[in-house]
């Protein structure tokens, strides 16, 4: 779900070729498979890589690559350490959008498309909640046709209801999420493992 999120993001850098890997190996893999790519954006944990060894990795086989390292708890420590191993920048995965946006496109000397001139909306009480919020399990079904990309009025007759209750659904997943965005409840979401309770 992150990278769902991720890919949402990315697209106010306008026309980019976005490559995705879910392994460490599989990152390595495709930065040695195309010489020319700009930029890695990497979660600090990754399945075969659980305490960053991806970022030692990619600094041995592309040391001049920019690597934005993103990571769901940040300290000094993790900072200090990620720099040191290579990353050019290090961002929480709470990071507003336009943030995100404006780190990548001064790595890469890109001109990001922000959808807005005015400033990301100030972070709410709940955005850096320490305890996981509560959605129903309507709202996480609908948290999930979200990430996917489905508008208000495609995920309504997919589920049988009016433009304005899922309308009403995505207010309250917004503020039990603590975001102001698609693009944000996508990335928390991811943060927290939201997914809908199996049958």
């Known amino acids: 779900m992150l990278r769902q999120g991720l890919r949402q993001v990315l697209k106010g850098l306008g026309d980019v ?27 600090y944990v990754l399945p075969d890589a659980p305490n960053g060894e991806a970022l030692d990795q990619l600094a041995m086989q592309r040391p001049q690559l920019p ?14 350490t990620a720099k040191v191993r290579g990353a050019a920048a290090v961002l929480s995965k709470n990071t507003f959008s336009n ?5 990548i496109a001064q790595l890469v000397g890109a001109q990001p498309s ?12 709940n ?20 990430i996917q990309g489905k ?11 009016s433009d304005e ?7 309250a997943i917004f503020k039990s999420l603590g975001v102001s965005s698609r693009t944000e409840a996508a990335i928390q979401a991811s943060y927290w493992g939201l997914v809908l309770p199996k049958t």
Not at 156 to 161: C, P
């Open 151 to 161: 508008t208000n009025k495609e995920i309504a007759k997919l589920i049988g209801v």
């Open 114 to 125: 922000l959808t807005s001139s005015k400033p990301p909306k100030p972070t709410t009480p």
């Open 99 to 103: 943030e995100l946006l404006t780190t």
């Open 165 to 171: 209750t899922i309308k009403n659904h995505i207010s």
């Open 17 to 43: 070729t976005l490559l995705e890997a879910a392994t460490c190996t599989r990152c390595l893999e495709v930065a040695q498979q195309h010489d020319d790519v700009d930029l890695v954006i990497l979660d």
């Open 67 to 80: 690597v934005v390292v993103l990571s769901g708890y940040l300290n000094e420590p993790l900072l200090t």
């Open 127 to 146: 955005y850096h909640r320490k305890t996981m919020p509560h959605l129903t399990r309507r709202q996480l079904e609908v948290l999930d046709w979200v």
